[in-house]
T-cell receptor, first 114, second 113 residues
């Protein structure tokens, strides 16, 4: 059973640029969530995808968007990057969209915006 | 509003001493509470959940709805317990029934030898 994998692990972007982060969900999982973790803070929910459809969104602007593919892997896209977007971006997968299923996290992608 | 508060950013205790990491929450409904742990250079992982009522690595946590708390306890701390601990609450997203986790700020626990 493979775990949640994310890429890239680290990247540096310039303000105004766009970034795409990728996530492969754990085998057998059809639900992927993305979280942003700023330094010294707990993770904050960005959005969730279930069977290729967005299934809930946190308090993030529209320039944060995502996709889920038929194999349940996912991408997080951020447009018009701002300095405050610098954070660890975590992907989490689970089986199903109801409460009770264990959520597994990836190691994250560190994004620095300069 | 859903909120999780961990009042201590840092907690340091000696090996063998009892440990209590505090967590308070606000949620209008029946909450589902979790403790997640992140050891050095490892990913965030589930430690325990209140519905399981289990003890993991000697840790327990009881949901107190009257005090809206879910404190994590261990009677005798071990050096390998040093890690970052996050309390989390499961609630719905703005749309649909997303299993959204709301995290506290985290408590860094250090066990001194």
């Amino acid at each position: 059973e493979t775990g949640v994998t994310q890429s890239p692990t680290h990247l540096i972007k310039t303000r105004g640029q766009q970034v795409t982060l990728r996530c492969s969900s754990q085998s057998g999982h059809n639900t992927v969530s993305w979280y942003q973790q700023a330094l010294g803070q707990g993770p904050q929910f960005i959005f969730q995808y279930y069977r290729e459809e967005e299934n809930g969104r946190g308090n993030f602007p529209p320039r944060f968007s995502g996709l889920q593919f038929p194999n349940y892997s996912s991408e997080l896209n951020v447009n018009a990057l701002e300095l405050d977007d610098s954070a660890l971006y975590l992907c989490a997968s689970s089986n199903g969209r109801v409460s009770g299923n264990t959520i597994y996290f990836g190691e994250g992608s560190w994004l620095t915006v300069v | 509003a859903q909120r999780v508060t961990q009042p201590e950013k840092l907690l340091s205790v000696f090996k063998g001493a009892p440990v209590e990491l505090k967590c308070n929450y606000s949620y209008s409904g029946s909450p589902e509470l979790f403790w997640y742990v992140q050891y050095s250079r490892q990913r965030l992982q589930l430690l325990l959940r209140h519905i399981s009522r289990e003890s993991i690595k000697g840790f327990t946590a009881d949901l107190n709805k009257g005090e809206t708390s879910f404190h994590l306890k261990k009677p005798f701390a071990q050096e390998e317990d040093s890690a970052m601990y996050y309390c989390a609450l499961s609630g719905s997203g703005l749309r649909g029934r997303a299993q959204k986790l709301v995290f506290g700020q985290g408590t860094r626990l250090t066990i001194n030898p």
